[in-house]
């Protein structure tokens, strides 16, 4: 083998074994080998036959390298054995965008942050880079979820991963933290999903408050930052977006005076920043509606722990594939407060399901139950599907009502008024076995019910799109593939292998080439 391909291959199995939560030492235990032996052909440095990468397969359970597909350049593929019934339980796993809001927000404090229950997602771990490059010392804590983040005296920004932070949108909330840091600086432009044309100026305009000025340059953001004084101040978003609220949040924690922030997003990642606030020492009034009241403190330095509520968006991508399968399943620990309106469309498109008695989170704030699917036929809705902010249907979870429409009787408008792609994504339910019509960028008309069929697809560059298309060859008989999941992994942690617990049949496997 060549050193590119054995570099490519020691690569893949030190994310596989990561993936399994296994050290280089479990391993080692599990292959009857060194320790030194592991690091070797991490490293790309140890010569490997067919039979011992099937030995490493076995021990990671995994299928580590596919050689008779088409070359994918190292990517992460997987291979459903569709038209299967789902049963059993499933948990919902902690939110990916609080989570990156919350990585964001220990830049404001001087302290050890504790983040508990953490999504181990692409997006926690290319945000993880990205600190970790500028400085912050993390790790994760043994045999657990939880994420210990130790900040240095001084961020060193010139030495940020920049290949990291173009990867994801998120690296845009780190200007409410610096403005506190630095007089000046600059950030990569935010990469993320392709989801279009989106722009970033209600970010800076709420930030001019807090003196931040930015100016848009080759591929950066230019900050400068007038220091201000205490003063009480109100500010009015333009957009009521969930990372621009959490931006002049994070602005606003460290401003000693008191800020009104006007037309605020009360969505859920919001309030877990809200809440995490509060335990820095942070007061913040009206949390859950439009309008926050903020009392900052200048400097933050406490030891701190908090663990994120659960995924409203994971929680509807389970009942969607619980609806597409045909299946009774039980989703556990769902936040119900930003589910409801999810709930009553599927109500009104003759959905059965049943739920526990409320129960808190463990952030001790967001109110969490049991949700049991009944399988049974479906209706298509009298009036369109469109998000609304909250606490209207998320954003989000508009393309899993896609999905849902195909398995309804009847024709449903899916109105995405927010990206300009998505929508077209959508189309891609068509290779399945869809009969999604593109109404223009936005509108999307769906027939259904649908009569679901194996085939092979390149995963859409979105994450909820490219769930969907996962979701619907669960149900298609026969074996399908889908190619290029890395954005699925960006906001789903082992997903494949908590479907395969509810009885699907989903594997992971690369081409190396």
Not at 56 to 61: F, G, K
Not at 149 to 160: K, T
Not at 371 to 387: C, E, S, V
Request: a negative charge.
């Amino acid at each position: 083998m060549s050193d590119d391909y054995l570099a490519r291959i020691g690569t893949t199995i030190k994310d596989a074994r990561h993936r399994a939560g296994l050290s280089q030492a479990d391993l080692a235990v599990r292959l009857e080998t060194s320790q030194s032996a592991v690091t070797r052909i991490e490293a790309g440095g140890q010569n490997l036959t067919l039979d011992s990468l099937a030995r490493i397969s076995e021990a990671l359970d995994t299928e580590l390298v596919a050689l008779t597909r088409t070359s994918g350049s190292g990517a992460v593929h997987l291979k459903v054995e569709g038209g299967r019934r789902l049963s059993g339980a499933i948990d919902v796993k902690t939110s990916k965008n609080a989570a990156v809001a919350l990585l964001c927000a220990s830049l404001l404090n001087k302290g050890t942050t504790t983040l508990r229950n953490l999504a181990r997602i692409e997006e926690v771990n290319r945000i993880l880079e990205v600190l970790e490059s500028i400085g912050v010392r993390t790790r994760w804590l043994p045999d657990s979820a939880d994420l210990e983040i130790v900040p240095p005296a001084r961020f060193n920004l010139e030495a940020m991963d920049e290949e990291a932070a173009r990867r994801t949108r998120s690296v845009i909330m780190f200007l409410g933290p610096l403005l506190h840091e630095f007089t000046d600086f600059r950030l990569p432009y935010a990469g993320g999903c392709d989801l279009g044309t989106r722009t970033v100026e209600p970010h800076m305009t709420s930030l001019t408050h807090f003196g931040l000025d930015v100016q848009a340059t080759q591929g950066w953001y230019e900050a400068q930052v007038d220091p201000q004084d205490g003063a009480d101040r109100a500010i009015v978003l333009t957009e009521r977006g969930d990372t621009v609220t959490e931006n002049a949040l994070m602005a606003a924690a460290r401003h000693p005076g008191r800020t009104t922030i006007r037309n605020a997003s009360p969505n859920y990642m919001v309030q877990d920043l809200c809440f995490f606030l509060e335990r820095l020492g942070v007061r913040v009034e009206g949390i859950g509606s439009t309008t926050l009241v903020v009392s900052g403190v200048r400097d933050i330095d406490v030891d701190v722990e908090y663990s994120p509520s659960e995924d409203p968006i994971e929680a509807m991508s389970l009942i969607a594939a619980a609806v597409v399968t045909e299946s009774e399943i039980t989703i556990r620990r769902c936040p119900i407060e930003f589910l409801e309106i999810e709930l009553a469309t599927l109500a009104g498109m003759g959905m059965k399901y049943s739920m526990t008695d409320e129960y808190q989170a463990h952030n001790g704030r967001t109110r969490l139950v049991d949700i049991t699917t009944r399988p049974g036929p479906l209706r298509a809705p009298i009036d369109k599907i469109h998000p609304m902010p909250f606490p209207g249907l998320n954003i989000d979870n508009l393309p899993f009502f896609a999905l849902i429409a195909a398995c309804a009787h009847g024709t449903t408008t899916i109105h995405d008024w927010v990206y300009d792609n998505r929508a077209i994504y959508l189309t891609e339910l068509n290779k399945v076995g869809g009969k999604v019509t593109l109404l223009d960028p936005h509108r999307v008309l769906v027939e259904g019910p649908s009569r679901w069929r194996s085939n092979e697809v390149t995963c859409p560059p979105a994450l909820r799109p490219g769930v969907v298309v996962l979701l619907a060859m669960l149900a298609a008989p026969g074996t399908s593939y889908l190619r290029n999941v890395y954005v699925i992994h960006r906001g789903y942690e082992d997903l494949a292998e908590r479907l395969n617990a509810l009885g699907a049949s989903v594997q992971p496997f690369r081409d190396i080439g």
